[in-house]
């Protein structure tokens, strides 16, 4: 709720809006969500229990 105090500042308009979006990267986007939220359970789940990439020679006597 404290970040909706700055726009009561201004006015928005439809121009407002598609400037703030035009002059917005997706990347952008990306790095602020990456700072601002952290990883969901269900991610930091699949990172912990992700089984180990091994490779089997089978062409390798035993």
Known sequence: MILTIPLCTV????Q???DAMEGTSIKDVERWADRVFDKSILSK???VF???????NLHEKC
């Not at 992700?50 to 089997?56: D, E, V």
């Open 11 to 14: 006015k928005i308009t439809g």
């Open 45 to 47: 789940k699949r990172t």
């Open 50 to 56: 992700k089984p180990a990439k091994t490779t089997l």
């Open 16 to 18: 407002f809006i598609k």
